[in-house]
């Protein structure tokens, strides 16, 4: 049982450039997050996901997109890579009212 | 300012000793209070769950308390050992969508 897979784990992207994180669990959850992680600062939410075919926007959306177009996948995308995209990205799924599940995260770097 | 706040920031504590760190928050209402144990490049992973009616929640080495009515949580951690050294962070859930994160206490254990 893996759980939640993210990869990259480490990524260095150049301005402008596009990329996708991919996401992918194996619990059948219907819940799907991706948060974002700065130094010193508590995880904001980027999207969600309720389930497949159904997305929506968190607190800090802006320059991403998402899809899900399975239960269980979500990948990230980022189009036109910015310097204030360095972060870590964490993945994670649930049930509606369970703890979350949290994947081992990508470390991107905006250069 | 955030909505939840946790301190120390970070805390060093030699091996077998004990150690409670902070959680306050302003977050109201709210559905339930969770505590997460990060270790250095992983995600979060969920220590305890407390719903606002819950006073104290027990996994293992580590107790959390809840006190609703001061807005304030605490993690207790006995018998600290080397592998208790990482980021512990709180959560106040206000629904499966807005989960507000503390930016973390970073504790180290030395031997």
């Known amino acids: 049982n893996a759980g939640v897979t993210q990869t990259p784990k480490f990524r260095i992207l150049k301005i402008g450039q596009s990329m996708t994180l991919q996401c992918t669990q194996d619990?059948?959850?219907?819940?799907m997050y991706w948060y974002r992680q700065d130094p010193g600062m508590g995880l904001k939410l980027i999207y969600y996901s309720v389930g497949a075919g159904i997305t929506d926007k968190g607190e800090v959306p802006n320059g991403y997109n998402v899809s899900r177009s399975t239960t269980e996948d979500f990948p990230l995308r980022l189009e036109l890579a910015a310097p204030s995209q360095t972060s870590v990205y964490f993945c994670?799924?649930?049930?509606?009212?369970?703890?979350?599940?949290f994947g081992s995260g990508t470390r991107l770097t905006v250069v | 300012k955030n909505q939840v706040e946790q301190s120390p920031q970070s805390l060093i504590i030699l091996e077998g000793k004990n150690c409670t760190l902070q959680?306050?928050?302003?977050?109201?209402?709210?559905?339930?209070l969770r505590w997460y144990k990060q270790d250095t490049g992983r995600g979060p992973v969920s220590l305890t769950i407390?719903?606002?009616?819950?006073n104290t929640k027990s996994n293992g080495r580590y107790t959390a308390t809840l006190d609703a009515d001061t807005k304030q949580s605490s993690l207790h951690i006995t018998a600290s050992q080397l592998s208790d050294s990482a980021s512990y962070i709180c959560?106040?859930?206000?629904?499966?969508?807005?989960?507000?994160f503390g930016a973390g206490t970073r504790l180290t254990v030395k031997p």
């Open positions: 619990m059948n959850h219907n819940y």
């Open positions: 959680c306050n928050y302003t977050v109201s209402p709210f559905s339930n």
């Open positions: 959560v106040v859930s206000v629904g499966f969508n807005d989960m507000r």
């Open positions: 407390m719903t606002f009616s819950e």
């Open positions: 994670a799924s649930s049930y509606p009212t369970s703890g979350y599940t």
